[in-house]
């Protein structure tokens, strides 16, 4: 009898294997994230032993609406801050030995954000405490915890800050004209916990330059960056009772950089004499949805649906048939992907996500995702672990088939089971399977999410020389 749970993968696990290094959030979406893991979390420079670690973070979502919400002529504060723990270390771990910081070092967290949603941001920072081990013993410090100003990124972009005279759409060039002295003339979202101070500001983001904002608990520098970018756009399918259809897709997509330096994040130099010192800095990112982000897109225009898209791959990556134009943006369809419902061989429920990526010869390249739920208690949104599977076909095991034709020419593709790719290696039910998202009794309405890619990375600089055992 098939049993109605899902088995869900412990959070703490999936935090080591996931979270422990740099952080994409290669789907933000409206709905939920979801996380992956890139790069080294280290700096394995000679004297230069530090390293820093994503920890924890309040939400899954952002819930897409203005901060605001108008009842008739009153406004009531409907929004809140979506935050992310991270954490500075004057040590890192190499085997079983630890190797510390021979000099001291001024830390950064560097945040890069796609465009239109940083536009619709405000951002606030947090030093929290600091750990300190001293031969084993270790003491936490929460005496110097404080938060830097909120800033509002619009505002700080375009000069529309109380008192500014800028416009939206226009980058202000605070070198020009300059009455930004302080961080109360941004606009309040939410109004515990935000300190104002003094700040002074300059430059621009016209002309690919930078902005900088110096205040006396932090530097806040600004840039934009273009890179180009896989995401997804999901759309409704049977009114939200079937999982989402999601398109793959590729843009050249524009972001803002954010690099925060504070105080707090200056980690000292462990000298051999000092013995087993090890320090860690504990801060909190604060990020504030102001605006409701649009989300236009339908499943058909001028009456002709996108079904093509799914049925048919294209045979040429030049075939504009296959190429979106929205508001003057050039996006390429690379594919689709979904989730079905199947169970473990001992019957127990679980997800696996099938996508089908063009090759542009008219074939697809189609691989099988197992989407298992983490155990996450303390929060009331779900988090997927989701990871390759391994499945035979045609007598091989493989991780992906390539196929040639159209999918509504496929009566049934996989059977047996495949094989979760985790360090559990469950084996999972996969006959019932199907890569047509479409069908007869299946309506699919408009987009009700998109993803978004943000990064997150530490720098280290040397602020001094000093001995060390690195």
Not at 108 to 117: C, E, G, L, W
Not at 404 to 430: E, H, M, P, W
Request: aromatic share 12%.
């Amino acid at each position: 009898m098939k049993k109605n749970s899902f088995e869900k993968y412990p959070i703490f696990r999936y935090l080591c294997c996931l979270l422990a290094v740099s952080v994409l959030f290669t789907a933000v979406t409206f709905s939920r994230y979801s996380l992956s893991s890139s790069g080294s979390s280290s700096v394995d420079i000679a004297g230069f032993n530090c390293s820093y670690s994503i920890k924890d973070f309040s939400s899954f979502s952002f819930s897409n609406a203005d901060y605001f919400l108008k009842i008739n002529d009153d406004e009531t504060e409907f929004g809140e801050p979506v935050y992310l723990d991270f954490t500075m270390s004057n040590y890192r771990s190499s085997g079983n030995n630890i190797l510390y910081s021979g000099v001291d070092v001024q830390g950064s967290m560097k945040i890069t954000i796609p465009k239109d949603f940083a536009e619709n941001l405000a951002v606030q920072f947090e030093y929290v405490s600091q750990d300190k081990t001293v031969n084993d013993t270790s003491t936490n410090d929460t005496n110097g915890a404080r938060f830097t100003p909120q800033i509002v990124l619009s505002e700080l972009f375009y000069g529309t800050y109380s008192d500014g005279n800028g416009k939206t759409g226009t980058y202000y060039n605070y070198d020009e004209g300059n009455n930004l002295t302080s961080t109360n003339q941004f606009s309040p979202y939410g109004d515990s916990d935000r300190p104002d101070e003094d700040i002074k500001v300059s430059g621009s983001l016209n002309n690919k330059g930078t902005i900088t904002v110096k205040g006396k608990s932090m530097e806040l520098k600004v840039y934009t960056a273009y890179d180009s970018t896989d995401y997804s756009i999901s759309f409704m399918r049977n009114q939200d009772t079937l999982p989402g259809l999601y398109l793959d897709l590729t843009k050249q997509e524009e972001y803002y950089v954010l690099e925060l330096t504070m105080p707090e994040m200056k980690l000292p130099a462990v000298t051999s004499e000092d013995g087993d010192i090890r320090i860690d800095k504990n801060f909190r990112a604060h990020f504030t949805l102001t605006n409701r982000l649009q989300t236009d897109a339908s499943w058909t225009k001028d009456d002709t649906s996108y079904d093509y898209l799914i049925t048919t791959p294209p045979t040429s990556k030049d075939d504009e048939d296959y190429i979106i134009t929205h508001e003057d943006e050039k996006i390429t369809v690379r594919g689709f992907h979904f989730d079905q419902t199947t169970t473990y061989t001992d019957g127990t429920e679980t997800t696996v996500r099938v996508q089908c990526l063009y090759d542009y010869e008219g074939g697809l390249s189609i691989s099988l995702y197992h989407v298992a739920p983490v155990d996450n208690t303390d929060r009331e949104e779900e988090l997927n672990y989701v990871h390759h599977m391994t499945f035979t076909y045609n007598g091989e095991t493989v991780t992906q088939i390539n196929y040639k034709g159209k999918v509504t020419d496929l009566v049934s593709l996989f059977s047996g089971t495949g094989t979760c790719g985790s360090q559990y290696a469950r084996k999972i039910n996969i006959s019932d399977l199907t890569i047509n998202p479409l069908g007869e009794d299946i309506e699919i309405g408009n987009a009700v999410n998109r993803s978004y890619r943000w990064n997150f990375t530490a720098a280290f600089v040397q602020t001094s020389t000093a001995g060390g055992n690195a």
